[in-house]
């Protein structure tokens, strides 16, 4: 089985690829970390708008890395709780 695992609860973006058999395929990561530290914290909208701009750009750098076209992913794993609620339903 290989999975496309998604995390986007706060102020990172995160795609991984992991295969039973292979292990871990590919790991992609954005952090928001530079982006909030102006404002002393994360700002929830300001994340989410972050979350829509790099989590697509991820996924299919994800896919390329683990060399994995979409068609092999058997199933999807996302971050279902705790975090910020725009930020929750972007990567679900």
Do not use: K, W
Not at 28 to 41: E, P, R
Not at 59 to 83: F, K, M, N, Q, W
Request: net charge negative.
């Amino acid at each position: 089985m290989r999975v496309i695992g998604i995390e986007s609860s706060c102020d990172e973006t995160g795609v991984a690829v992991y295969d039973d058999e292979f292990g871990l395929l590919s790991n992609q990561l954005h952090s928001q970390v530079a982006m909030h530290q102006a404002y002393g914290g994360v700002v929830p909208e300001l994340a989410s708008r972050d979350h829509i701009r790099r989590l697509l750009p991820l996924v299919r750098a994800a896919l390329a890395e683990a060399r994995s076209p979409p068609d092999r992913i058997d199933g999807i794993a996302y971050t279902a709780g705790p975090g910020l609620i725009g930020a929750l339903l972007l990567g679900a």
